[in-house]
């Protein structure tokens, strides 16, 4: 607030000491009390009540209220009638529902063009499957993948066929197992008969872990000591 007396400036939350009066005038039942202060500058006296119908106060004297922007849409005019009054709240809770219906259309809105996008982009989707061929393409890939690896399959065994037959076109015999072992043996005869014609040496012999006792070196001798002979 602001002295109107020195043009001083009150701050909100400053303490001061206070002369209450209460007056004879009520809000339903609750009372109304007059408090009078003084200024800080030039001692005025400054005087206000009690607002319970605003949850504020009213200034008499010696001070006004600065100009407060939250407050100046939601001061109560003077003179205001109960009817007047609740026409304005009336046209208040009109305003708020406006108010409302604006932002739950914006949201809507929103919500809308979020759903649109979407769809566009399904829709895109959809169109590029198409033009790849979608299931049809696999299916068909598939399929020649299938037919290469039995074409390479059938080639293959008819390889190995044409491996296992003469030049006249009968199949080769196997060797049964009594021939093969006879063939192997001459094999073996054969190795041996051959390392003799080349003259290689003996298999060397087996290993004996026997123990050998050897003879102790007359070191005496080769020193030139001569032990004397034994007198019996």
Not at 8 to 28: H, L, P, S, V
Not at 99 to 116: F, S, T, W
Request: overall charge negative; aromatic content about 6%; hydrophobic content about 30%.
């Amino acid at each position: 607030m602001k002295c109107t007396s020195c043009g001083e400036y009150i701050y909100k939350g400053r303490k001061f000491n206070a002369r209450k009066e209460t007056t004879d005038e009520k809000y339903y039942s609750i009372s109304i009390f007059r408090f009078y202060i003084r200024c800080t500058r030039c001692s005025a006296e400054i005087t206000f009540k009690t607002d319970p119908k605003g949850m504020d106060y009213t200034w008499e004297g010696g001070a006004k209220r600065n100009f407060e922007v939250w407050r100046a849409g939601g001061e109560t005019p003077a003179g205001e009638t109960d009817e007047e009054r609740l026409d304005r709240l009336e046209a208040e809770m009109g305003e708020k529902s406006a108010m409302e219906e604006l932002e739950a259309k914006v949201v809507d809105a929103k919500q809308e063009m979020a759903i649109a996008d979407a769809l566009d982009e399904i829709r895109t989707r959809n169109a590029r499957n198409e033009r790849a061929g979608g299931k049809e393409v696999v299916d068909v890939v598939k399929e020649e993948i299938d037919s290469e690896r039995r074409r390479v399959e059938r080639e293959d065994e008819e390889m190995a066929r044409r491996a296992f037959m003469t030049e006249t076109g009968e199949k080769v015999r196997r060797i049964g197992e009594g021939e093969e072992e006879e063939e192997g043996a001459e094999a073996v005869s054969a190795m041996k008969g051959d390392a003799g014609d080349a003259g290689l040496m003996p298999p060397p012999p087996v290993p004996s872990f026997k123990r050998v006792v050897k003879k102790k070196k007359d070191l005496g001798a080769a020193l030139g000591i001569k032990k004397k002979a034994a007198l019996v």
